[in-house]
Each structure stands twice: as C-alpha cells, then as structure tokens.
C-alpha cells in the first residue's frame, strides 16, 4: 500500500516537472540545469529505495546492489566499472561527486520492467536519472568460464557505455541532445575497448538533427541513428578536437543551447555543423559495418 502511493506521488511529480520543462524549453535550456538536480534526486532516491533489501558491495567510486543468483559475478562488474572509471573520466575531464549507484539486474525481464519494455529488449545498460543499470552477463555471455566471462564483460559489456553517459548528464547538467550523449557514449567506448556497433547496410541518407534529438527511439533504422551518432561525436573531435567537445559540454551545463554553445565554441551553428557532417561524411561509405 505505501510503496503504491509513493511510486504515485513520484509519477506524478516527475510527471509536473517534464509538463512545465517542455513549455519553457520552447526558449531557453536554463529549464533543463535547474531542474536537473531536483530530478536526479528523486531517480536516485526511488531506485535505491526501490532496491534497499538487495545485496551490496561498494568500491571506491561505485556502490552495486544485485540479486543472490549474481554474488559471484558481483565483483567482476564492480572492478569493471572502476577500471572504465579513470579513463573515461580522463577523456571528458569530468569527475562525478560521491559514489554511483549500480543496479545489476539478473535477467533482460526484471530489467526491462523498470521501463515498461517488452521482455525481448535487447538492452545490455541504461543510464538514467543517475544510476546505472546493468544486465548480469551471465543473461547474455554464452560461457561458464569465469576468465572468458571477464574478459566478454569488459570488451563488449555495457559498462564503459553507460559510465559515459552519467558524466555527459552531470557535465552538461542534463541539457544535451540524445544523439550527442549516445555519440559520445560510442566514441569513449571505442576509445576504451574497441568495441564499435554494426553499421547500416542500405542506409541512403542521414537523419536530420531534430529527427535524431526529439524522435531517437522511434527512428526506423536504429543503427543508422547510432551510427550516425558515433560519426558526429568523431567529425566533431577530429576537426576541432576533443577540448572543444568538453568547452561544448561546459557551455550547456552552465544552460547554454546546443546552437549557442556550437557558435561560441566551434564557429558554427547547429545546422552549419550538420550541413558540413553530410557533406564530408558521405553515408555510403558508413553504411556498413567498420
């Protein structure tokens, strides 16, 4: 009874908060900074509570609550994340305050009702609202060898992913577009373990912009959108480099628009970086898989 009425009033308050930001984002992304710590707070604070009788470990930067059929993978996942820790961290030059919450889920169903998806999501990791969750490898790793296990986690696994895009929500304080968290999320996964999601085979075109910000999910073709992401986030750090990319990050944490922050920052507008984007980065020649 009392875990119904707080999961109601917690609806209904983010439900306010996501009303009141879409008529005031009309004009200024101030909306998204201020209220950024006043939703993550309640994210935080309903998931842990949400998952206060599950088992425990903290590390230094991480604190990881899983089920008793994951206490011997438990571990692993916990030194994964504080091995994507530094490096990652390094390359945003960004930092997060006080210890991140991990939820290590033991099979794709219990993830995927916390966001009401159909149980056949294939979703590895979601960041959101401040915690990271992650689904445990013994779910989707084909092996019982605990090395090999390891080793899959950490090259192909979620974690490094789903890091990145906790230090672009706090960096940018919540005021970026979906393709540039999920391009930048690609680019240091990249950088950290190598891993890249497959291309697009028969992809004609690039999709705009606002397509790419306001309607991500429901795009038709999912690893264009991906792809196109990553290639955005690596045009933008090849041609004005990866300091420009953390002044852009600055700019919209401190409520700046993504216009405003790419004039001030890379000489050109939105739509100027996008025109030049389809001009240089061809699509047929990303269509299929790197």
Known sequence: ?????????????????????????????????????????????????????????????????????????????????????????????????????????????????????????????????????????????????PGEIAGIFAASGPMAHELTHLLVDEKARGNYPRWLTEGIAQYVEKELTGFTMPGSPGATGWYPLKAMDYGFDSLPDQALAYRQSFLMVEYLVERWGLPALHQVLERLGQGATLDRAFQEVLGTSSAGFEGAFAREIPVSKFSQSL
Do not use: C
């Open 1 to 145: 009874m009392f875990q119904h009425w707080w999961q109601a009033i917690i609806a209904i308050y983010l439900a306010m908060l996501v009303v009141t930001g879409v008529i005031l984002a009309r004009t200024t992304a101030l909306p998204r900074t201020l209220s950024y710590s006043l939703v993550r707070q309640v994210v935080t604070g309903h998931t842990a509570w949400q998952t206060r009788n599950w088992l425990e470990i903290d590390s230094t930067h991480f604190r990881l609550r899983y089920r008793p059929e994951d206490a011997a993978i438990a571990p692993l996942v916990l030194e994964t994340a504080e091995e994507a820790y530094g490096p990652a961290g390094a390359m945003l030059q960004y930092e997060p305050q006080g210890k991140t919450l991990i939820i290590l889920y033991p099979d794709r169903e219990s993830l995927a009702r916390q966001f009401g998806w159909a149980a056949s999501e294939s979703a590895m990791g979601v960041y959101w609202g401040g915690v990271i969750r992650v689904l445990s490898p013994y779910d989707w790793v084909a092996s019982q060898d």
